[in-house]
DNA sequence: GTCTATATGGCGATAGAC
DNA sequence: GTCTATCGCCATATAGAC
């Protein structure tokens, strides 16, 4: 499945080095050297960086949004859902820390040039998680009007804790220079993070008080 | 006190750029062109674009921290110096919304490159800071040890604050994208922030549910 | 398909007239 | 101090040999 031909490798290294340094960052000369390969192959194979850039973007963007969306399929309480969505989204940055930066930048830059072109690129991936978010606030009003949880606003309850869990990612390097934290401890900090999400939101869900862990 | 020379004019609209489009992004045509001066001045009053930028740099970080240093300088409860917290730098981050990414962002660009030349360029004002956060700790141990407050630590209180209030500004485009939220809409959303992070927060802090509004 | 050599353009930076 | 003209470099991109 995984065949390691130039393109590959050269899909390969550009996505890593478009996801640490973003667009204008990287340069093709370093996407060649990373992947062991000759320049001009870059171009051979894909044309031109933009091109080459749209398509790493394109497929991360459907790599991270499908697994949102996978996460959300189960059949289960609201509680449980957010709780698993804390633990399988954590667990995905930790594997995937660049990622949500990544994207940010690429969008807000975006938004300067062209208008909602992404919208294209990345097909019906955004349409079908709007929804499993829209079914989320119906689950709510039917689970808070038989007395299992408190009202709250769907849309909310996803910002808050998709907050919680990216920012941390985000701005990691802020947040080591602003409390003097190493590496290892930072480390450390991000693994206790699942619960300390769990414990922020579902509190604010919860109608009494101290039954959750 | 605000003189429109020359000089200071390069430095808004360097600002201004650097801010929206970081350093690769930006041009020196482009901030010369936005302060409606010729492009050799920028040379002859800054020498070269990265003495530029580093100012500029400098400036932003020293007054976005001296910002949250003088929040957290009333005499007053834990709860309280939270929701100044929040209602101060919401209102802070609505003003400057660019102003989270672009310190994430060039701090993990240089990460890359030199290492910690940010705290000498910063100064003290990020011992200032960790000074507050610490304080907190102790002011928080002895509220909870009062019975006013649960016990909680500090440093995820304060990264958990932060989350909720700055990812929606780092993160608008985005957001806007995946929920298909005007950018009236998103102003509306942001309005409310303020009560809904206090909400989510203060819930965590206070021993007696239902109390907090 | 893969390499070397080179074209092309953009951008930071400087020289020099005024 | 401010402008025009231009240098020199670096990055994208192409031509052409193998």
Avoid: C
């Amino acid at each position: 499945m995984e065949e390691d031909n130039t393109e590959e490798l050269i899909f390969k290294s550009a996505t890593n080095v478009f996801l640490e340094k973003g667009f204008d960052g990287a340069k093709m000369q370093e996407i060649a050297d990373n992947a062991g390969i000759n320049k001009s192959l870059l171009h051979y194979y894909y044309r031109s960086k933009e091109k080459l850039f749209d398509m790493v973007f394109t497929q991360i963007m459907n790599q991270f949004f499908n697994r949102i969306d996978i996460i959300w399929e189960s059949d289960v309480s609201v509680i449980e859902k957010i709780s698993i969505f804390i633990d399988n989204y954590i667990d995905f940055l930790m594997k995937n820390p660049f990622i949500p930066r990544f994207i940010i930048n690429t969008i807000a830059r975006s938004h300067q040039n062209a208008g909602s072109v992404i919208q294209q690129k990345t097909g019906g991936i955004l349409d079908k998680i709007r929804n499993k978010f829209l079914k989320l606030q119906t689950q709510i009003d039917s689970e808070a009007a038989a007395g299992k949880i408190k009202q709250v606003d769907a849309q909310d309850l996803i910002i808050n804790t998709i907050s919680l869990m990216v920012f941390p990612f985000v701005a990691e390097s802020m947040i080591k220079l602003i409390f003097a934290i190493s590496d290892k401890e930072y480390k450390n900090f991000l693994l206790k993070r699942k619960e300390t999400i769990k414990s922020v939101v579902l509190n604010n869900l919860l109608i009494n008080e101290g039954t959750v862990k």
